[in-house]
């Protein structure tokens, strides 16, 4: 029986982490700046990275990269949070008609990846992410600014600016998975720091997505799991 495993994915704005004791899991999300969480062991810690690593030490030996993820035609370059969605994908989500997997993690980048039901690596797209492109805009206009409440509009044509401006990148995100995802074809699994609220403006049924907000942690548990031999 394993007890007491704590997971760290550093994300490029957040840090991400896993507990996991007795086939339970709990996750939870800090910000880089914060201080290390209570009863957490730097050297058992496992963890992967695809930002810029925190002020705390993390050993070398623990960490999960890419090319120890093992999935048919998968790049070392792939970034290792894309991997270890795809792996949890292919082993929790029911996929008795075989379709293809079509995961979008909306984080600071929308990353969108798709794999077969044999779990081959088929491709993918990268779109900047909600608050990046709401930063973006500030950054590089005179008047936009990022808005203080992230209240998005159901009508689709705005006079406010604020409102006009989150449409505008909620249908960016949106509507390039809207055109990518065949219900026919594929299962859409939506996941990552803003899908809680983005999920519900996809235009397919609900009943055609999977909402796992914490598919690359739970990941990183299966991945290290396996390696040990313990499932």
């Known amino acids: 029986m394993v007890s007491n495993i704590n997971f760290l994915l550093v994300g490029n704005s957040r840090l991400h982490w ?38 705390f030490l993390l050993k070398g030996k623990n960490e999960i990269k890419t090319k120890d993820i093992q999935l048919s035609n998968l790049p070392d370059y792939f970034g290792v949070d894309r991997a270890l969605a795809s792996l949890a994908a292919l082993k929790i989500i029911a996929n008795p008609l075989k379709k293809n997997l079509l995961i979008a993690d909306f984080g600071t980048i929308l990353s969108i990846t798709k794999l077969n039901s044999n779990g081959s690596i088929i491709g993918g797209q990268l779109i900047p992410g909600f608050l990046t492109q709401l930063k973006s805009m500030e950054q590089n206009t005179k008047n936009l600014k990022v808005p203080k409440k992230y209240d998005i509009p159901n009508n689709d044509f705005l006079i406010n600016t604020e409102e006009a401006i989150l449409k505008g990148v909620s249908n960016s995100l949106t509507g390039v998975i809207n055109s990518s995802f065949n219900p026919l074809k594929d299962i859409l699994i939506t996941c990552g720091g803003d899908s809680q609220f983005l999920t519900k403006f996809l235009k397919t049924q609900k009943k055609d997505i999977i909402h796992a907000p914490n598919l690359v942690m739970e990941g990183m548990i299966i991945h290290h799991l396996s390696v040990k031999q313990l499932l």
């Open 18 to 55: 896993a507990k996991y004791s007795q086939n339970q899991s709990k996750f939870f999300h800090t910000k880089k700046e914060q201080t290390i969480p209570e009863n957490i062991d730097l050297d058992q810690l496992i963890w992967a990275s695809v930002g810029k690593l925190p002020d």
